[in-house]
């Protein structure tokens, strides 16, 4: 067939380079060493290791090796190099590995060097050193001149007939003409190697076959080398094709070697199965995931992956008025104060009679609000209280909150809280600047009162939960006071996560911290850090704990009810024994109240995706989500890996371009005028039962709900007890399960790879998804499934019980323990706190670890106990 | 009757597991009536609800910006009881439905058109599912159910489409072309669908038509779908009084002026489209669209219902309004070729995008529209994320029959590595 | 002969019905330009100020475009777009129904948040009445310096039931007059509305009780309504007409505030002096007090002081009948006004009215004073409330909360709204409740749904609420998603819906406007969005064309790249080329 002109592509570059077998890689990497290392001045490489025939003698026969792996230069170098590659790919592709190993280190190298000493010293009489690996190129060209020769003797150049095994002197010719300062002689001798070898007269040099074979065979060479090129292939070329002698398909080998070697590196996902390569790579490659993602939580608190906080809205401008609450309000506060320290021990009713007074008293709508809330076997009711001071000239189209729990969430009496709400709602009554309605909540306590009031506020309450009589605006934000304690303050706390981890707008934060520390003087705090020397560790600290909270998703302040419908809020709580009097804190109010005031639109400028680790350092949610999706994409590419393992021919050792005998039958294929051989699985795609494990991994799936129902209704003082029971029957569970697949089942290998790629990519699905609504969540169960990434039914009995303890540690129920240990939390009162969460918060931490977390960690621990049925020909 | 009685367990499966939806969560069906991936404007239920109480109350549903579907639909819903006062109603008729439409899947299952059709016979059509596993595989798909909860009218299209493709393969034209006008008048687009179907029943066309050629063949169905249209039109002329319901109803598909966001391309192109080019874009998408109708029946001659399927799978990407009711439709004809499968290249790779899409979407319009801390462009990246997974699978079977038509001509190509040239 | 006597009688008659009809408009039109300020001090604290300015013209003089007191600006317009009858109104705040009781003229002189505007317009067709109706929104929105041109065919509707005429027409006007009403619920009324209306004034301002208006008490005002109404009155079976323009400004003012200097306005702290404490409570002492609110006594005032300068004489232009100043206090209550002013007490006991010398400045004077008595607050007929329910950008719902407080009489209304396009109603999820129960109270019942990007909805219920007790009706609607040059450059803040207006009878009265925020897109993606949906499009195009027109091959029978292919195909090329440029040579040596 006519050669048509070839088109390049970068593709089959790389692919060609790719498919470097053993020997020539070997080579090309130690030229590149020694070419590196001749860089180093310590001592002279090339000096030591150049072919000078006056220095040759026994002591020094070394350097009739090691001449042509040195070279000159960077430009030697790599002209060598590429003309050198392909040369010598072909002929260890001819000969194989082991004897072009043989060959390159012997006599191929010592033989030219020693007859150029003897020419250049015992003749000429003269001393030029030479080194580089040119002098191989040339043997190697004059070999394949041969070659070809025995094709095709000649081209016609015009009339004359040129013999193509001149081409190489022709070469060596120029070469020393064009190319300064190389070794004529040294070519030369090079060559004569070449057509001796190539004529045949040098064979005897080969190392036997037998021997090779019996190395071969004893080292499972084959086995253990990458890119190993058997010796075998002499039998019949390369790739099965049986030479030809047909002059005018010499390409078809190269053809059909082009084939296999194109369907090695072709996209198609068919042969993807067949390539070692990517079968090797990926379980190295979901580690370094996991690894990458913790690492890169770990760098965020660094300046340089951190931000410092700015205001984006704006109209916000903090800290731009004066504030005036002081002088005699103080009076009246302390007046309030009394008054509220009175009704310390009321009953929630009388106090919000009192409070509705007080209200009315400064010219303000008042309405109350009843709740109940059942769970867990316990009823938590109360009632909220709340005024409403109508913006002047405005229109009820929005409003702004300011809370003050009577009861805070530790549960002590928000004292100094209420009273200033209370002097708040009179002092800001008396200004005609406000654009927005202003509501006043005191509700029963921090943890239901404040959701029954805002789900009543958007009709979205359960029954149990009056509505509200009177309402106003949208609401634009919420600011809660709480203060427990009489005595002055030094700085401030802000709490900011809401439930499920979901934030306030960072503007809204950055706006509190700079009044109070740029406008007012007060410090601010983040995350119970009450001091932060704005240190490595202090900075991750808080950035940890802040992920704790925000992946527990639970209210850590009665701002948090708020958060989910849209509205930003904060908890403000002073803390400490400073100068800081109320009337600053009022002021730091005030001041955030102007402005809100300000705002024209709903915060929606800033970042609601971040992560803080100091009131005035940020990293946005680019930078850290990474990290959480890295660790979920590991579940992923396993996933996606096992599935194409699962599919791909049984025999994990087929190698490239060996047909080993342990590769089944050949078939033989007869083409135009060629025959190719191709071994025969290539043919049928093998085909998954996916039925079994798709329906284990479901079902395990579904089966979560059972947990969840059961933690969430149980009355709280069966709970400990019930998890207890639970716990102890999750480490039988897999086991039992797992024994009933192997008696029923007998799954095969196959089906417990399928098994554990669909929980896999199930997993990874999930917390991929989680990983934008909750960051932290996804993170620590990403963390904690990982070793599934690494399950499977491990031969070695010894691997199989380390793993075993290790799921035993990282079960669901054993970290939930291991946390209420850390925390010493009683178990019964986190459980309460769930079920409480999941009634009335609409908390979904349970969901995720019930229906997500745990089904993974049970289909892993299955594959543990799993014993694949072994297959006639599944397994080699 | 055995083979019945597994009939009867696969429907009856289905059946109690929608109505055990139906009535254990009673919330269920408004929320996913209110969910955007299955609801559109053009099959909304709510939406429908609310033509009907106009309807109803003698104001025309089509003097508003709500309702925009077939009029049929209005004294069809108008004679069952109100689904407010007696839900079980409705529910029962969306079960019937997808129960109906199951087993026309069940029939073309049957027919064996997917691996011989009368023009080629695939070597590799030994291997395929049972009409029970494509209808159960249809019945039992997540996509369905949610839809059939969802009781967006799109149920009917897919009903009408299915029966029109049974009753071709059996060479019944008549029914079949009467089956494919009435889901052309219920959602416009199947009309695309007319040339492969018409091809369908002329390959499979009955004894006593054997003599007459592909021209009259194909003129006489025209003419027929033209009548049944002409008289569903007037029905509906008849119905609501005015012809006003033809622009409210098809000229919204055609002019998107309601941008309700959805699974497809469309809604958030044209909101950020500058207003001088909207019109041209339109028409370059609509063009688009129906591109690839003339390609594939054209290439695929041989194989209609491949090109049925493939056409729908496009649709499901590619119309105004899609949903994943079209996505569920196209994953159900899918297996008809299951011996193409192990053809395919990406199955994994699209299914899994497609999953992946799956969780996403909700996630991220959540973020967007409920928690605010998100916006449109992570519900409208997600669209695309599903688009091209769909893409993907659908070109990927494509490629699967016709690798599977190029190996019956170069039977040595087996297991061969090729490139398109 | 007998025939004769019967004419005779006959014309006597005529000539007497004649003298009547002449004789009865000259009774009619005694009055020409009045104007009254009606004080009446709310609780707490509070100063409610009903100004009325009202004129009349006889309608032939005006047809002839001879106005007398009639703002010939304002009249132009009128005639020229063809409207018979004119009701505008500015208003801004809200009424708090519960404290401050009725609403001033019944609430039949004010409007909803921003501005509000209905008129009837005499046309043959409905579009000529919208081409009318275009032409009076644009003369007016110039004229008052409010963007009234903006009320376009969305914002626009035809009333069916709510408003009724207020003034008399003739049969044959009233077949071919249409009702349009329009409201702008986000336009902020302020000074430079007030000026043009001042000059509608005969006094402009200038003298009267207009002298007191000034824009910054006035925009100061917790709750102010600017409205103007013009409607013909026509004696029943009389021909000749009056033509009657009435402009009114009510206004709440705070008396603390408007009492604070004008040049320190800023609420300061009381110094520790002027604290009013309880000094009851056990622990007050010179750092804590419990602060009394001042509900017991009312405030002393002066009305040069609420207004920031006193009365300048009366408008020379007024007629005497009418005293031009009354403040509604019971008579227990000291009231000093300056010197020339008559006191005229009513006898009702509440209200007494002020005749003011015509060139003097007039003043008020109401020390403080302990007292039990205070002037009753009139009940208003209704409560109503509006607001959203539900959140999230999708979808929501609207509940309006009507309360009859009335414990004897039942009352029927007419509930309008008018939404927007953008807020699809669904009507069937319109729920009537009256004390917690469902019932089918609905009357009667007006629906025209909205057409996207054409119209609003208008909805128009009528509902009959028993005595003291509260109607509470909820409907579901959808927010559609706009093209993002549909949105304000505020679009995050959302969209303002107009009050919804409850029409008893002749008054009106009209909830709080509601604030809708809608989703948005990503103003700053047009050409990303572009770019990525083409490509997706570009690409699965790609896939399948591809596929379609490309045949298949084995990779071995495509070009290949590899060393020994590319030696050989180099050579092939050479020899090629060497072979043609040997052989000519060897011709030309052939032909030499």
Redesign the interface.
């Known amino acids: 067939m006519?050669?048509?002109?070839?088109?390049?592509?970068a593709a089959?570059?790389r692919s060609?380079v790719f498919r470097l077998p053993l020997f020539t890689r070997s080579i090309i990497g130690v030229i590149l060493v020694l070419w590196v290392a001749s860089y180093q001045g310590v001592f002279d490489l090339v000096q030591w290791g150049a072919l000078i025939p006056k220095e040759i003698g026994i002591s020094t026969m070394y350097r009739t090796n090691t001449f042509p792996l040195i070279h000159r230069g960077v430009f030697h170098t790599f002209f060598n190099l590429i003309a050198l590659a392909?040369l010598l790919e072909?002929f260890e592709a001819e000969y194989g590995t082991l004897t072009s190993l043989a060959l390159f280190v012997g006599p191929l190298s010592t033989i030219p060097a020693l007859l150029y000493t003897f020419i250049e010293r015992g003749i000429l009489g003269m001393n030029t050193a030479v080194l580089g690996s040119s002098i191989w190129v040339f043997t190697l060209l004059a070999t394949e001149a041969c070659k070809t020769y025995k094709t095709n003797p000649s081209?016609?150049?015009?009339?004359v007939q040129v013999p193509t095994w001149i081409t190489p002197l022709v070469m060596v010719v120029f070469v020393s003409v064009l190319v300064p300062n190389t070794s004529f002689l040294g070519h030369l001798c090079g060559l004569a190697f070449g057509y001796g070898w190539g004529l045949g007269y040098l064979k005897f040099l080969a190392p036997p076959e037998w021997a090779l074979r019996w190395i071969e065979g004893k080292l499972n060479l084959l086995g253990r080398l990458p890119h190993y090129v058997s010796v075998d292939q002499k039998t019949y070329g390369r790739f099965g094709v049986l030479p030809t002698t047909n002059a005018s398909n010499?390409?078809l080998p190269?053809?059909?070697r082009?084939?296999v070697e194109?369907?090695l590196v072709?996209t198609?996902?068919?042969?993807l199965r067949r390539d070692p390569r990517l079968l090797k790579v990926p379980p190295y490659l979901s580690f370094l995931c996991i690894v990458i993602g913790v690492a890169w939580l770990l760098v965020l608190p660094l300046d340089n992956y951190s931000r410092k906080t700015y205001i984006s809205e704006n109209a916000l401008l903090p800290g731009q008025v004066h504030t005036?609450?002081?002088?005699?309000?103080?009076?009246?506060f302390?007046?309030?104060k009394?008054?509220v320290d009175g009704m310390g021990e009321w009953g929630n009713v009388e106090v919000n009679d009192k409070l509705e007074e007080f209200f009315k008293?400064?010219?303000l709508?008042v309405a109350r609000q009843r709740y109940e809330y059942t769970s867990a076997g316990e009823t938590y009711s109360g009632e909220n209280i709340y005024a409403i001071l109508?913006a002047?000239?405005?229109?009820?189209?929005?409003a702004i909150v300011l809370v003050g729990a009577w009861t805070n969430v530790e549960g002590e009496l928000n004292k100094s809280g209420v009273a200033l709400v209370l002097t708040l709602a009179?002092?800001f009554k008396?200004?005609?600047l406000w654009s927005k309605d202003i509501i006043f909540l005191i509700t029963a306590d921090s943890r239901a009162g404040p959701q029954a009031w805002v789900d009543a506020y958007?009709?979205?309450h359960q029954k149990g939960v009056q509505s509200l009589p009177?309402?106003s605006?949208?609401l634009q934000g919420a600011v809660v006071i709480d203060y427990p304690f009489d005595h002055r303050f030094e700085s401030l706390h802000v709490v900011y996560d809401g439930i499920n981890g979901?934030?306030p707008n960072l503007d809204l934060l950055n706006t509190v911290v700079s009044i109070a520390s740029g406008q007012m003087g007060i410090g601010a705090s983040l995350q119970k850090m009450w001091q932060h020397t704005d240190t490595y560790k202090d900075r991750l600290t808080t950035m940890l704990r802040g992920m704790m909270n925000q992946g527990l998703g639970h209210a850590s302040g009665p701002h948090s009810s708020f958060i989910?419908?849209?509205v930003d809020a904060i908890t403000l709580q002073p803390y400490g024994e400073g100068w800081q009097d109320e009337m600053a804190m009022g002021r730091v109010i005030e001041s955030t109240f102007r402005s809100l005031n300000n705002l024209?639109?709903?915060l929606?400028q800033s970042f609601?995706?971040y992560l803080l680790m100091q009131s005035s350092r940020f990293v946005s949610i680019g930078t850290y989500l990474p990290s959480a999706m890295l660790v979920a994409v590991n579940f992923?590419i396993m996933?996606?890996f096992l599935?194409?393992k699962s599919g791909s021919t049984p025999s994990p050792d087929s190698k490239v371009g060996s047909t080993s005998e342990k590769s089944g039958p050949l078939a033989i294929?007869?083409?135009e005028d060629a025959v190719a051989i191709?071994p025969e699985e290539?043919?049928?795609?093998r085909?998954r039962d996916f039925f079994l494990p798709l329906g284990v991994v479901v079902g395990s799936h579904f089966l979560g709900v059972l947990p969840l129902y059961v933690f969430n209704h149980t009355p709280h003082a069966l709970l400990p007890i019930i998890f207890y029971l639970f716990s102890a029957l999750n480490l039988l569970l897999p086991l039992l399960i797992s024994s009933t697949l192997t008696h029923s089942f007998a799954p095969t290998l196959q089906q417990y790879q399928l098994l554990k790629s669909f929980s896999l990519?199930f997993l990874g699905?999930?917390l991929?998804?989680?990983a934008?609504?909750n960051f932290s969540l996804a993170f620590l169960i990403g963390l904690l499934a990982a070793p599934l990434t690494y399950i499977q039914p491990f031969k070695s009995t010894v691997i199989t019980a380390l793993y075993v303890v290790l799921m035993a540690l990282l079960a669901p129920t054993s970290v939930l323990f291991a946390g209420t240990w850390y925390w010493n939390l009683g178990v019964g009162a986190v459980l309460r706190e769930a079920a409480f969460g999941w009634d009335v918060w609409g908390m979904n931490t349970q969901v995720v670890v019930w229906c997500v977390w745990w089904p993974g960690w049970v289909v892993g621990v299955i594959q543990l106990f799993g014993r694949p049925r072994v297959r006639e020909k599944g397994k080699a | 009757m055995n083979v019945e009685r597994r009939k009867v367990a696969i429907f009856g499966a289905a059946a109690a597991v929608r109505f055990l939806l139906f009535t254990c969560f009673p919330g269920l069906p408004d929320l996913l009536t209110g969910r955007v991936e299955i609801s559109t404007p053009v099959t909304s239920f709510k939406r429908l609800q609310e033509g009907l109480f106009l309807y109803n109350h003698n104001v025309s549903p089509y003097d508003g910006g709500v309702y925009h579907q077939a009029p049929i639909l209005l004294p069809l819903f108008a004679l069952l009881p109100s689904s407010q006062s007696w839900p079980s109603m409705t529910y029962l008729l969306y079960i019937l439905v997808d129960i109906l439409s199951a087993n026309a899947l069940m029939k073309i299952a049957k027919s064996g058109e997917g691996g011989s059709s009368s023009l080629y016979c695939s070597p590799r059509m030994g291997k395929k599912w049972s009409g029970y596993a494509i209808a159960a595989a249809f019945l039992f798909n997540p996509f369905t159910i949610a839809t059939c909860i969802g009781r967006p009218t799109s149920v009917f299209t897919t009903c009408a489409i299915l029966h029109a493709i049974s009753k071709a393969v059996v060479g019944s034209s008549f029914t079949s072309m009467f089956a494919l006008s009435i889901a052309s008048y219920l959602s416009m687009y199947p009309v695309l669908l007319f040339p492969p179907l018409i091809l369908l029943c002329y390959d499979r066309r009955g004894p006593k038509q054997q003599n007459d050629s592909l021209l009259s063949f194909v003129s006489g169905n025209v003419m027929g779908v033209g009548g049944f249209l002409y008289s569903l039109f007037h029905m509906s002329y008849i119905i609501t009084g005015s012809w006003e319901f033809i622009e409210s109803t098809y000229g919204v598909q055609l002019l998107l002026p309601d941008l309700t966001p959805n699974v497809g391309l469309w809604w958030y192109f044209f909101i950020e489209m500058f207003d001088s080019f909207r019109n041209f874009f339109l028409g370059v998408f609509w063009l688009h669209l129906s591109s690839y109708v003339a390609g594939l029946t054209i290439r695929l001659r041989r194989q209609p219902l491949f090109v049925i399927i493939t056409l729908l799978g496009i649709f499901a990407i590619f119309k105004p309004y899609p949903s994943i009711s079209d996505t569920s439709l196209y994953l159900a004809m899918l297996p008809l070729y299951r011996h193409v499968f192990?053809?395919m290249?990406?199955?994994?790779?699209a299914l899994?995008t497609i999953?992946?899409a799956t969780?996403?979407g909700p996630?991220?319009y959540?973020?967007w529209i409920?928690?605010?801390?998100?916006n449109a462009n992570?519900f409208y990246a997600i669209t695309l994320v599903w688009s091209l997974g769909l893409s993907i699978l659908v070109a990927d079977a494509l490629f699967a029959v016709l690798r599977d038509e190029w190996e019956v001509e170069r039977p040595?190509m087996?297991?061969?590595?090729i490139r398109q040239i | 002969m007998w025939g004769n006597k019967a004419l005779v009688a006959m014309r006597l008659i005529l000539s007497l019905l004649l003298l009547l009809s002449a004789a009865i408009p000259h009774a009619t039109a005694s009055s020409d330009y009045h104007e009254q300020l009606n004080l009446r001090s709310l609780h707490?604290s509070l100063l409610l100020a009903s100004f009325n300015f009202q004129s009349n013209t006889s309608l032939t003089s005006f047809e002839q475009q001879n106005f007398r007191y009639f703002p010939r600006s304002l009249g132009q317009i009128l005639q020229h777009a063809n409207t018979r009858e004119l009701h505008l109104r500015f208003s801004?705040?809200?009424w708090?129904a519960?404290s401050w009781g009725a609403r001033p003229w019944g609430g039949a002189r004010e409007g909803g948040?921003g501005v509000e505007l209905w008129a009837w317009v005499e046309a043959e067709s409905d579009e000529e009445a919208d081409g009318r109706w275009l032409t009076l929104t644009n003369a007016l929105s110039g004229l008052f310096c409010a963007s009234l041109n903006f009320i376009d065919s969305t914002r626009t509707i035809r009333p069916v039931m709510s408003f009724e005429p207020a003034g008399n027409h003739s049969s044959s006007t009233l077949d071919n007059l249409h009702l349009l009403h329009g409201t702008l619920p986000r336009e902020v009324v302020c000074t430079e509305n007030l000026t043009p209306f001042l000059k509608l004034l005969p006094c402009k301002g200038k003298a009267g009780i207009s002298s007191l208006l000034d824009g910054h008490k006035l925009?100061?005002?917790?709750?102010q309504s600017m409205s103007i109404d013009v409607k013909p009155i026509c004696e029943p079976g009389s021909s000749d007409c009056q033509l009657q323009i009435t402009q009114t400004i009510d206004m709440v003012l705070?008396l603390?505030?408007s009492k604070r200097p004008r040049d320190n306005p800023?609420?300061?702290?009381?110094?520790?002096e002027?604290?009013r404490?309880?000094l009851s409570?056990d622990?007050?002492s010179h750092?804590?007090?419990?602060?009394?609110?001042a509900?017991a006594q009312e405030e002393e005032w002066i009305l040069s002081h609420i207004f920031g300068h006193p009365l300048k004489g009366t408008c020379p232009l007024a007629d005497d009948g009418i005293d031009p100043v009354c403040i509604n206090v019971p008579h227990a209550r000291h009231v000093y006004a300056s010197e020339g002013a008559h006191e005229h007490k009513d006898e009702s006991g509440y209200k007494r009215c002020f005749a003011l010398s015509p060139d003097k400045d007039f003043e008020i004077i109401l020390p403080q004073q302990e007292i039990s008595e205070k002037s009753p607050l009139e009940q208003p007929l209704l409560y109503a409330?509006r607001?959203?329910?539900?959140?999230?950008q999708e979808s929501g719902?609207v509940?309006a909360i009507l309360t009859n407080p009335s414990s004897t009489n039942a009352i029927e209304f007419v509930y309008l709204e008018t939404l927007p396009w953008f807020m699809k109603l669904y009507l069937h999820t319109l729920k009537a409740k009256i004390n917690g129960v469902e019932e089918d109270i609905i009357k009667e019942m007006y629906y025209r749904p909205a057409l996207d990007r054409k119209r609003g909805t208008q909805l128009e219920i009528r509902i009959l609420i028993p005595a003291n007790s509260t109607v509470v009706l909820t409907y579901d609607f959808e927010k559609a998603i706009l093209r993002y040059t549909e949105y304000p450059p505020?679009?995050?803040?959302?969209f303002?819906i107009a009050p919804a207006v409850i029409t008893i009878g002749d008054i009106a009265i009209r909830t709080?406007?509601?604030?809708l925020?809608l989703p948005t897109p990503d103003f700053s993606m047009p050409y990303n969005v572009i770019i990525l949906t083409s490509t997706v499009m570009a690409l699965s195009f790609g896939f399948i064309y591809n596929l379609l027109i490309r045949r298949f091959v084995?990779?071995?029978e495509a070009?290949?790249?590899?060393?020994?292919?590319?030696r050989?195909?180099v050579?092939?090329?050479a020899?090629k080329f060497?072979?043609r440029?040997?052989e000519k040579?060897?011709k030309d040596g052939k032909d030499d």
């Open positions: 006519a050669p048509s002109l070839p088109q390049f592509s089959r570059m060609y392909p072909r081209f016609q150049l015009g009339t010499i390409s190269t053809g059909d082009m084939q194109m369907g072709g198609s996902g068919s042969l005036y609450f002081a002088g005699s309000d103080q009076n009246v302390r007046g309030y009394r008054e008293a400064s010219g709508k109508h002047p000239r405005g229109d009820a189209e929005e009179r002092y008396r200004w005609s958007h009709d979205t009177v309402k605006g949208a979901q934030l989910p419908y849209h024209l639109e709903h929606h609601f995706f992923t996933a996606i599935w194409v294929i007869k083409k191709v290539l043919l049928e795609a085909e990519l699905m999930f991929s998804a989680l934008t609504l | 192990p053809l290249r990406y199955t994994f790779l899994s999953l992946y969780l996403l996630a991220f959540y973020l409920y928690a605010g801390s998100g992570f040595e087996r297991g061969k590595e | 707490p801004l705040g809200r708090d519960e948040t925009f100061d005002a917790s709750w705070d603390q505030r800023i609420p300061r702290p009381v110094s520790y002027e604290l404490c309880d409570k622990y007050h750092d804590t007090c419990f602060p009394l609110d509900a409330e607001s959203f329910i539900g959140y999230g719902g509940q505020d679009a995050n803040r959302g303002d709080t406007s509601l604030l925020p084995a990779i071995d070009d290949q790249w590899d060393v020994r292919a590319v050989l195909k050579l092939a090329v020899q060497m072979s440029f040997l040579r060897s």
